[in-house]
């Protein structure tokens, strides 16, 4: 079967000396996997149209197992933003979103065109990237079916209140007077929440028409991105990059030292030769805990959000530990890198089996917690066994509103009318 649409290239990867297998967001069949066969010839038509971010008009030919494309013709290039790490950072993030979540095999043209959008206003530098990048985030999930309920607290039915959380995991709001505990909440300031409904609610055509100041910018932001990392339950690798890394990819400056030179580009060489040939290792959870591992080895306690940091880090150790065993037998100019690291699985695994979130820990975290939580559930269930006598005997049922028991403030309670309290 074969096809003719448009879409935009958000992702690239190279078979073999002349081939390249591309992943397309189409407006006729959403995301495509497909073979461009001499896609990495110059001389080739398809080599400017399948390269990343190419948005181009395809043919598609359609076999039992896999796609392939045969004409293609480029309609534009956002080559602009090749010049900008951070922009480019940034739609590497919506390429990995789209990947995820967009559809496959059916229509996505609302997909195509916010994302085209998006990245036509970051190459023009018509919208910053903090701004475009919660809309994009936000419109993108309500589109994918995860659209939050921003409205009104959900406690008391408040619009507006002197401070409103954003529950990023329940996709919902609480107002100060209803949420006593901040924490796995965004604190909203007005400007922020306004924005925030903006993002969901506004017209295709106003979602980007809105200005914030820096503060305002960054809140929205932390909403959006930990909405789309609690609906999904993932995260993503371009987000997740260290921002060490960033920087120090930032800080480049030119070298003079012939030798340093030399061993730079040896390094460079090293690390695309290895991705080639055994695959790219994943830093995807990696976090710089140098702040809480000062503060633990000074005597200092971590919190549940540290820890899980910790492990996530660890195993993204091991994991690149594991990946370079594969690659023992290639002696490179990184391997004093690889040696550097340590793994402790054993550590990584106590703290995850301790710790479930950042708001719970196991009943494994010790013995002395699960027998707590045992006498707990104990005592509430032959709590729970004499009130059900009480509310059934007729004894007392003359002396009850309802047969029922409720909780209150932890409590276990049976209403009783008010004549005979």
Not at 173 to 183: G, H, Q, S, V
Request: proline letters at 2%; charged letters at 25%; one cysteine or more.
């Amino acid at each position: 079967m074969k096809f003719r649409t448009d879409g935009l290239i958000i992702r690239e990867q190279n078979i073999g000396e002349n081939d390249r297998l591309v992943w397309v967001l189409t407006r006729s069949n959403g995301v495509v996997k497909a073979f461009a066969r001499g896609a990495k010839k110059l001389t080739n038509a398809k080599c400017s149209a399948t390269s990343l971010l190419a948005y181009s008009r395809l043919t598609i030919y359609k076999s039992r197992e896999s796609y392939i494309i045969g004409d293609a013709q480029t309609l534009r290039i956002f080559s602009k933003l090749r010049h900008d790490v951070r922009k480019m950072c940034l739609v590497q993030y919506f390429c990995e979103i789209a990947r995820h979540i967009c559809p496959r095999e059916q229509p996505a043209d609302e997909f195509l065109r916010l994302f085209l959008n998006s990245i036509y206003l970051l190459s023009e530098n018509k919208r910053s990237e903090l701004l475009v990048k919660p809309c994009f985030e936000m419109r993108f999930m309500c589109m994918a079916g995860y659209t939050p309920d921003l409205l009104m607290c959900r406690k008391c039915g408040a619009y507006s209140a002197s401070a409103m959380y954003f529950l990023p995991r329940e996709g919902k709001l609480e107002c100060c007077n209803c949420r006593k505990n901040p924490n796995g909440a965004v604190l909203l300031n007005d400007a922020a929440l306004t924005a925030l409904r903006h993002t969901v609610y506004a017209e295709d055509k106003q979602l980007f028409s809105f200005a914030l100041s820096d503060e305002s910018l960054q809140i929205l932001n932390r909403a959006t991105e930990l909405y789309l990392r609690c609906q999904l339950e993932r995260d993503f690798q371009a987000l997740t990059t260290l921002e060490d890394a960033k920087q120090a990819a930032l800080n480049l400056e030119p070298q003079f030292d012939l030798k340093r030179v030399e061993l730079l580009l040896k390094q460079t060489d090293d690390a695309v030769a290895l991705s080639g040939r055994f695959g790219a290792p994943s830093f995807g959870g990696a976090v710089n805990c140098g702040g809480s591992l000062r503060r633990a080895e000074a005597g200092g306690c971590l919190t549940t959000g540290e820890l899980l940091s910790v492990a996530r880090t660890m195993h993204v150790i091991r994991t690149v530990k594991e990946w370079h065993s594969r690659c023992a037998s290639v002696e490179t100019a990184l391997d004093g890198y690889f040696s550097g690291l340590v793994s402790n699985k054993y550590l990584e695994e106590r703290i995850t089996t301790a710790i479930i979130s950042e708001d719970e820990i196991s009943d494994k975290a010790s013995p002395a917690l699960s027998d707590i939580r045992r006498k707990i559930r104990t005592a509430s269930s032959k709590a729970r066994e004499t009130l059900d006598k009480i509310i059934h005997s007729s004894k007392y049922i003359k002396y009850l509103q309802d047969a029922i028991v409720t909780q209150r403030d932890g409590r276990y309670v049976v209403p009783v009318k008010s004549e005979c309290r």
